[in-house]
């Protein structure tokens, strides 16, 4: 059974950086996808950046592009989310998630597809705010 265990939430003034873990084990296969996804009170879910293992390929959401880089150590079968430059409005619950040989391409995964994320973390809370 696959688990993520997510870590580095908590509180930033508006401008500051933080680093999201995703520590993921007990994948079968060496091929897999992970991704972040947010959400907070009155608003649907965003994907917000996913990798894959393959290719790194990666998708990022609009609302982060440019601040926020993901990347994964593939030693560990972690995956980082590099956040810089927080504003409030990226204040949320970052939950981490991952499928096992995916069959569809990152940026679907990340958008109209999450549901087929087989595994999710329990999440860690982000807050900005001075």
């Known amino acids: 059974q696959v688990q993520l265990v997510e870590s580095g939430g908590g509180l930033v003034q508006p401008g500051g950086s933080l680093t999201l873990s995703c520590a993921a084990s007990g994948f079968t296969y060496g091929y897999y996808a992970i991704g972040w996804f947010r959400q907070s009170p009155g608003k649907e879910r965003e994907g917000v950046s996913c990798i894959s293992s393959s290719d790194g390929s990666t998708y990022y959401a609009d609302s982060v592009k440019g601040r926020f880089t993901i990347s994964r150590d593939s030693a560990k079968v972690t995956v980082y989310l590099q956040m810089n430059d927080l504003k409030p409005e990226d204040t949320a619950v970052y939950s981490c998630?991952?499928?096992?040989?995916?069959?569809?391409?990152?940026?679907?995964?990340?958008?109209?597809?999450?549901?087929?994320?087989?595994?999710w973390g329990k999440g860690t809370q982000v807050t900005v705010s001075s």
């Open positions: 998630a991952a499928i096992e040989a995916p069959l569809w391409p990152i940026e679907a995964l990340c958008v109209s597809q999450y549901y087929r994320m087989d595994f």
